[in-house]
């Protein structure tokens, strides 16, 4: 089976149930696993490179005013390729390319491709499409070996945090300019990593806040988590924001607790690392020693 991948997520789902063979085409952000990045690239992005998310959020909404894609797919490449599966989302056209950009695309391939459209807003969604995809290219067992480990992993991440004596506060951040709090499987992940989301809603889009929202909202921790960020650039957005009159009187900035975190890895793809990012945030909001969640140190700076 040959198969390509619109999705940063769906690759890495693909390579968990041993199919990076099999794997022929992907998207200029598939970085994951690092074998990824030698595969032919498929899908692009319209955006012009830019350093602040101020003028992404710009770029965006230009797009979207105009009825327009934010990605370019490789019409050339994907027909010499030939697949016989493509994997599709239908969740964020500002994420991932989604089925209306795969039309010219499927008139253009002499033998249609099946395609897989995968658009999760929990975390047991995310848990049922890496079954879906085990389904579709007949690794179920593998599929089925792969979830039942995610399930254990946040099994013991929720019998950890069960007994903390407090459950803080928090304010994810999916965007700093303008602000947005994350939606969809990210207050989940709060709620089982021992804290309360402040502002984000489970299983609904993430959304765009006032700073009086955020300020209202009193958190006890802050996570910086922009969408498609690493750390580092998490790190220097934090630094390069303006943040309103009222921020330093937060709890969470006077007590330190706030973090910025790698959302790209741990965060925004809804993929086999979230159960990652659930250990990364119940070590931050119950300040246990990392080991005892197995996150990733690298995955988390206090700003």
């Known amino acids: 089976m040959r198969i390509c ?10 390579y968990a149930l041993g199919l990076g063979d ?12 690092p074998a990824a990045r030698a595969k032919p690239v498929v899908v692009h992005t319209r955006l012009a490179p830019t350093a602040t998310s101020a003028a992404v959020d710009r770029q965006v909404a230009e797009f979207v005013a105009r009825g327009e894609s934010l990605y370019r797919v490789d019409l050339q490449a994907l027909a010499a390729l030939q697949p016989d599966l493509i994997i599709t989302q239908d969740l964020c056209h500002v994420c991932a390319a989604s089925p209306g950009d795969l039309v010219d695309a499927l008139a253009r391939l002499p033998c249609p491709p099946q395609v897989l459209s995968l658009s999760p807003r929990t975390l047991a969604e995310v848990l049922g499409d890496i079954r879906r995809l085990g389904e579709a290219t007949e690794r179920g067992a593998a599929a089925e070996k792969l979830v039942a480990e995610l399930e254990e992993r946040i099994r013991r991440v929720e019998e950890a945090v069960a007994s903390a004596k407090q459950r803080p506060r928090v304010a994810c951040l999916e965007w700093l300019d303008p602000p947005y709090v994350a939606g969809h499987w990210v207050p989940e992940m709060v709620e089982k990593a021992g804290g309360v989301d402040a502002l984000g809603r489970v299983g609904e889009p993430s959304r765009r806040v006032s700073w009086e929202e955020v300020l209202t909202s009193r958190p006890d921790v802050i996570v910086v988590m922009p969408c498609g960020y690493r750390l580092a650039q998490t790190v220097a957005e ?34 086999p690392r979230l159960v990652r990012g659930l250990q990364l945030l119940a070590s931050v909001l119950h300040l246990q020693p990392r080991s005892l969640f197995a996150a990733p140190a690298e995955g988390v700076a206090a700003v």
């Open 238 to 271: 934090c630094r390069g924001v303006r943040f309103p009159p009222g921020w330093d009187a937060l709890p969470a900035v006077r007590a330190g607790r706030v973090f910025a975190v790698d959302a790209n890895s741990y965060f925004s793809r809804p993929g």
């Open 5 to 14: 991948s619109f999705l940063p997520s769906a690759t890495e789902m693909v």
């Open 22 to 33: 099999e794997l022929a085409g992907v998207t200029y952000e598939c970085d994951y696993p």
